[in-house]
């Protein structure tokens, strides 16, 4: 009796395991798409001002749709105009400096020097003259040694002087010296990138946006101060969209890069959304809390990027989606587009 009942299990045993391998390899063949459950992702920016003044302006909302390039608000100016006029008076001042170096000694200074070398010459011929008459009465003893010594000192100064003016002269017809050239020359592009700094503040007072998108939070006030610390406005990027989704370890070999997909939402019944698979990663992972249930705490998935396209902006960050994967039939040609779609 017992023999006949160990046999009656094994039979029931043997036929169950050949009943599930058969409707589970009818079943994957029978299977034309993976559908997979997750969630609407997009990115976010937190936009500050890259300067140190107080708010003047903001003009956006939470809630409104903003473009590329599109001024979103502006920081007190004042200070910073007036920085960038006395830096402009600055680079104009050294740029004068730069041209009368170049330029080199104008013919009238050089007609001065020369005339004053011949007053000099004039001057030292009269001492000459001076010295030379008190010498020959010094002689016969009409003049005193000190008028003698006092003609002596005013010919060798009126000689020194004459040495002086050649030497200006000589200066003045050579010009500038070209090390001086060269510190106007670094003093002025010193001074002109002190001025670009000074109108890249200028320009950073006024906060543009970066890329499309909507306002999802409006952070600081005008009257607040602002540093590129503190972000001012939060801009969530509408385009791309895509939804972050888990594939299991079986299906995971079914689904390629590119492969088209359908995605739908219950917020908008019987609408599908053209989508297409823009990522999958290499690397498992627990089923997340945010989508697995109690029995599935312990399974590997491996996280899968659907791309969708929302021309109408329909789709809202967090929103539950549904995707459905196609699956080629053998002997058709796979639909797939290619990831230039991500950008």
Same mark, same amino acid.
């Given at each position: 009796m017992k023999r006949v009942l160990l046999v009656f299990l094994v039979l029931v045993l043997f036929g169950s395991a050949a009943a599930g391998w058969y409707f589970t390899r009818r079943d994957d063949g029978a299977r034309d798409a993976i559908?997979?459950?997750?969630?609407?992702?997009? $990115?976010?920016?937190?936009?500050?001002f890259n300067g140190n003044e107080r708010i003047a302006t903001l003009l956006v909302h939470e809630g409104d749709r903003v473009k590329k390039g599109q001024v979103l608000g502006t920081?007190?100016?004042? !200070?910073?105009r007036y920085s960038v006029e006395r830096a402009e008076a +600055?680079?104009?001042?050294?740029r004068q400096v730069v041209e009368r170096l170049e330029n080199g000694t104008r013919p009238e200074e050089i007609e001065q020097a020369r005339a004053n070398v011949a007053a000099a010459q004039t001057d030292l011929n009269n001492a000459r003259r001076i010295f030379e008459r008190q010498r020959r009465m010094a002689g016969s003893g009409a003049t005193s040694q000190q008028d003698m010594e006092n003609a002596q000192t005013g010919f060798e100064i009126a000689d020194?002087?004459? $040495?002086?003016?050649?030497?200006? @002269?000589?200066?003045?017809? %050579?010009?500038? $010296?070209?090390e001086d050239i060269a510190e106007a020359h670094a003093s002025l592009r010193a001074n002109i990138a002190d001025l670009a700094l000074l109108k890249q503040d200028?320009?950073? /007072?006024?906060l543009v946006c970066p890329t499309d998108g909507v306002v999802q939070? $409006? %952070?600081?006030?005008?009257?607040?101060m602002a540093s590129p610390q503190r972000p001012v406005l939060n801009i969530s990027i509408t385009d791309p969209k895509w939804v972050r989704a888990y594939v299991t370890e079986p299906d995971l070999a079914k689904i390629r890069l590119g492969m088209n997909a359908v995605v739908t939402s219950d917020g908008f019944p019987g609408k599908g959304y053209e989508g297409w698979v823009g990522f999958i990663s290499s690397i498992a992972e627990f089923t997340p809390k945010t989508v697995e249930t109690t029995e599935l705490r312990t399974a590997l998935v491996y996280? &899968? !990027? %659907?791309?969708?396209?929302? =021309?109408?902006?329909?789709? +809202? @960050?967090?929103? =539950?989606?549904? &995707?459905?994967?196609?699956?080629? !039939? /053998?002997?058709? *040609?796979? *639909?797939?587009?290619?990831l230039s779609h991500e950008g």
């Open positions: 559908l997979l459950y997750g969630n609407v992702d997009l $990115r976010q920016v937190n936009l500050a920081l007190e100016m004042e !200070r910073l +600055r680079v104009e001042s050294q020194a002087k004459l $040495r002086v003016n050649h030497k200006s @002269l000589d200066l003045a017809v %050579i010009g500038p $010296r070209k200028l320009e950073y /007072a006024t939070n $409006r %952070i600081l006030e005008p009257g607040e996280e &899968v !990027r %659907i791309f969708v396209k929302d =021309p109408e902006d329909e789709l +809202r @960050l967090g929103m =539950p989606a549904t &995707v459905k994967v196609p699956l080629a !039939r /053998a002997g058709e *040609k796979e *639909k797939g587009q290619s």
